[in-house]
């Protein structure tokens, strides 16, 4: 059975940084192209970053751009999310998805699996 487990947030303050991981099992992980998406409180979830199976085509929402990188690590199973410059706007909780298709992707449909969330929360 496919998991995706995210892990590292918290509360952070205006400038911090914070680093997310999701860990994923029961798929072959170096096939899977990876994304991170955010809901903040009380709108729907939008797109922040995600990369394709060759570890290229990486793409991010221009609201985290220059801020938040995201990585993988194929050996470990595990995507990142380094967020850096981190500013109230960026509170939301984080999802980590995988999609099967292996290219890089800014549609929630094109992901097959995701994590639970991580709540982030940035204080001014």
């Known amino acids: 059975q496919v998991r995706l487990v995210e892990s590292g947030g918290g509360l952070v303050q205006s400038g911090g940084s914070l680093r997310l991981s999701c860990t994923a099992s029961g798929l072959t992980f170096s096939t899977y192209s990876l994304g991170w998406f955010r809901q903040p409180p009380g709108k729907e979830r939008e797109f922040v970053a995600t990369?394709?199976?060759?570890?290229?085509?990486?793409y991010y929402a221009d609201s985290v751009k220059g801020r938040l990188t995201i990585s993988r690590d194929n050996a470990e199973n595990t995507v990142y999310l380094q967020m850096d410059s981190l500013k109230p706007e960026d509170t939301a909780v984080y999802y980590c998805?995988?999609?099967?298709?292996?290219?890089?992707?800014?549609?929630?449909?094109?992901?097959?699996?995701w994590g639970q969330g991580t709540q982030v929360t940035v204080f001014a």
């Open positions: 990369i394709n199976r060759y570890n290229r085509n990486i």
């Open positions: 998805a995988a999609s099967r298709t292996g290219w890089s992707s800014s549609q929630m449909q094109n992901y097959d699996y």
